[in-house]
Each structure stands twice: as structure tokens, then as C-alpha cells.
């Protein structure tokens, strides 16, 4: 089993930058797939970007792509989400899980952009 602790999120004007990060418990981190994810107001968890459990095969939705840099450090166990010119769209709960969302589902961290 892995538990998540998401951190980072904050309060950023448009154009902002934040970094997220999560830490995750548990020996089986490195094996799998992660992924970031947000959940806005109203609206379904969306999956954001997802990485390969070595690092590599980054994937990214359309509306973060070129704006969102997702990282992992397998020791220890940590993953990062630069978020780089951030827009009020972006405003959301983020969550950290395998790309398959097998695990318990975090705290997250709130990021708000402000126009």
C-alpha cells in the first residue's frame, strides 16, 4: 500500500509559478506509474500529467501542456509538479496517485489563481 501527502499548493496571481510536491510512504513507490490529478469546483478529478515509474514517459493534458513540468525522485519516494504560468482555469484541488488512481485518495493541495 502507498499513502500520499500532497503540499506546495497556494495563492498565485495569473502568470504565477507554484511547485507541488508529494511524498509518498510505502517500498513499492518506485514500480508504478504516478500521476498528478485536480479536481476543480463542480467539476470531475481530471488526471493532469503522468510519469513513468523510472522517470521518463511523461504524458500531459492539452490545457497544461508546455506550462507543467512533472518530476519524481524515487529516493525518496518524492513527486513535483512545476506549475509555470498559471491561469485562473487552473484553480483546483491537486492530488497525487498512480496513474491507474489504485491508491487511497490523498488530502491534496489547494492552488488558486487569481486573474
Known amino acids: 500500500q502507498v499513502q500520499f501527502v500532497e503540499s506546495g499548493g497556494g495563492l498565485v496571481q495569473a502568470g504565477g509559478s507554484l511547485r507541488l510536491s508529494c511524498a509518498a510512504s510505502g517500498s513499492t513507490f518506485s514500480i508504478y506509474a504516478m500521476a498528478w490529478y485536480r479536481q476543480a469546483p463542480g467539476k470531475q478529478r481530471e488526471l493532469v500529467a503522468s510519469?513513468?515509474?523510472?522517470?521518463?514517459?511523461?504524458n500531459y493534458a492539452d490545457s497544461v501542456k508546455g506550462r507543467f513540468t512533472i518530476i519524481r525522485d524515487n529516493a525518496p519516494n518524492t513527486m513535483y509538479l512545476q506549475m509555470n504560468s498559471l491561469k485562473p482555469e487552473d484553480t483546483a484541488v491537486y492530488y497525487c496517485?498512480?496513474?491507474?488512481?489504485?491508491?487511497?485518495w490523498g488530502q491534496g493541495t489547494q492552488v488558486t489563481v487569481s486573474p
Open positions: 510519469i513513468g515509474s523510472s522517470g521518463g514517459s511523461e
Open positions: 496517485n498512480s496513474r491507474a488512481g489504485r491508491f487511497a
